[in-house]
């Protein structure tokens, strides 16, 4: 045998015995299943264990969340606080009423009863008329006097009745209905008529006058943060009856003592135009309706003309009847007073 061959059959022979010593390490079937068991119970037992791990986790976090919520309220307040004193007002107004709950609710149907006083201002003024002097006397003279009134303080009082409604989150506009009665010091003035017949020819006149306003008025509120409480603007358009009881007009110069010029007819009284304007505040008086306002207006009474009797004394010159003309009137005014809606 040559060296060669030896060498092929020794190789097969060491085979041979590497597979039969492999063969007897294989395991069988039945232990590969044991060991399959086993691995499965040691990884359910590992998941149980996580899962019970992570809920013990959870609680933890719950509890300790829930002890440390009521230190931090306060601190969360306090730091809201310090962010909007920190902050301009007008961002600051915004902050605080982010989220806040307004009124939900308008008036609806109300009424209210008011009163105050306030200043007028003074107007031009004229009187006009005729003296019916005779021919001999130099024929009719012509009077076309002018001045001017003084200023003074006026009281009123009066009421109105409206309807309000909602219109979207912040407004609430109403239509409203009033009236209310205007009175004051009386209005006095010097009235000179230029005349190439007298070196001087001068009234003194007073005016006791008593306003009547009656006004269509558009209002509208608007909703705060601040409960109860609702500012408004408004402005009306309407007619006043202006009356004017005992007037006097005495002749100055040249002077004629005890001769009152209107004593014919010293009462007048005419319809004109009104206008205003106001701002004011109401607050709810809790829950039962009723509610207190105050308020600034703006009152304009137009031009007026008022007719008075003539001049009728013996031994005087007889007359026309008197017409005094009034400019326009301003009134700056304050009121309060108490209303209730239903």
């Known amino acids: 045998m040559t060296a060669r061959k030896c060498f092929i059959m020794a190789a097969g022979v060491g085979l041979m015995t590497a597979g039969a010593a492999h063969a007897e390490h294989i395991p069988s079937n039945a232990e590969l ?16 264990e996580l899962k019970q791990a992570k809920q013990e986790r959870h ?6 969340a829930r ?13 809201a606080k310090g962010a909007v004193a920190a902050t301009p007002p007008a961002q600051a107004y915004a902050m605080y009423t982010k989220g806040s709950v307004l ?7 109300y009424v209210g009863v008011f009163g105050g006083g306030g200043v007028r201002s003074g107007t031009s003024a004229s009187q006009l008329g005729t003296a019916f002097f005779t021919e001999a006397q130099g024929g009719p003279l012509a009077v076309d006097a002018t001045g001017r009134t003084n200023s003074g303080g006026v009281g009123f009082g009066g009421a109105h009745i409206g309807y309000e409604w909602s219109y979207g989150k ?6 409203e209905l009033e009236g209310f ?15 190439v017949r007298l070196d001087e020819h001068a009234f003194s006149d007073t005016f006791p006058s008593r306003t009547t306003v009656l006004l269509a008025n558009m209002v ?8 109860g409480f609702t500012p408004y603007i408004g402005g009306g358009i309407g007619a006043a009856n202006v009356s004017i009881k005992g007037a006097t007009s005495t002749q100055t110069d040249p002077a004629e003592p005890g001769i009152n010029h209107f004593n014919a007819n010293p009462d007048s009284q005419a319809w004109t135009f009104a206008a205003q304007a106001k701002v004011g505040g109401r607050m709810a008086l ?15 009474v137009g031009a007026v003309n008022q007719v008075f009797g003539s001049t009728v004394y013996p031994g005087h010159v007889a007359t026309s009847p008197w017409t005094a003309s009034f400019g326009g009137t301003s009134h700056h005014l304050a009121a309060a007073g108490v209303g209730f809606s239903f």
């Open 181 to 195: 009665y205007l009175a004051g010091n009386q209005q006095r003035a010097t009235l000179s008529n230029p005349t």
């Open 33 to 48: 299943f044991r060991m399959l068991k086993a691995q499965q119970q040691t990884i359910s037992e590992l998941r149980a």
């Open 59 to 64: 609680a933890e976090t719950l509890r300790r």
């Open 286 to 300: 809790g829950d039962s309706g009723a509610y207190l306002f105050g308020e600034y207006r703006y009152l304009y």
């Open 170 to 175: 912040y407004l609430q506009p109403a239509l």
């Open 220 to 227: 509208v509120g608007f909703r705060t943060p601040y409960q």
């Open 103 to 109: 009124p939900a609710s308008s008036r609806g149907a």
């Open 67 to 79: 002890e440390a919520a009521p230190a931090a309220r306060p601190a969360g307040r306090d730091a």
